[in-house]
């Protein structure tokens, strides 16, 4: 199982950026994908995470800002970031939990990271 996320780039304060993860491989269910960041000289933090059911949760710094979906069909999950901010400056990664066969447990799994620098 791989997870590549992409999307990162460069965009000046108040820009949007659409950050996608695909995952690969043998898949059976991805449980509770969701977006970390991590900011140089700072701690890995949940962004946000959303439900099989759909359900999310976001960090309170990007709420109403950010929207995070996922399309089942095809293994992907976005982060939609828009009326970004300098403080958005981070390393992005995606995580996943998932059970390959019906019959395994769950294994998490993180993607490679991509950076978004806001510029103000």
Request: charge should be positive.
């Amino acid at each position: 199982v791989q997870l590549q996320a992409y999307g990162g780039g460069l965009v000046q304060a108040g820009g949007s950026l659409r950050l996608s993860c695909a995952v690969s491989g043998t898949i059976f269910s991805i449980n509770a994908p969701g977006w970390y960041r991590q900011a140089p000289g700072k701690q890995r933090e949940l962004v946000a995470v959303i439900t099989s059911g759909g359900s999310t949760n976001y960090a309170d710094s990007v709420k109403g800002r950010f929207t995070i979906s996922r399309d089942n069909a095809k293994n992907t999950v976005y982060l939609q970031m828009a009326s970004l901010k300098p403080e958005d400056t981070a390393v992005y990664y995606c995580k996943a939990r998932v059970r390959r066969v019906s019959w395994s447990v769950e294994s998490e799994y993180w993607g490679q990271g991509t950076l978004v620098t806001v510029s103000s």
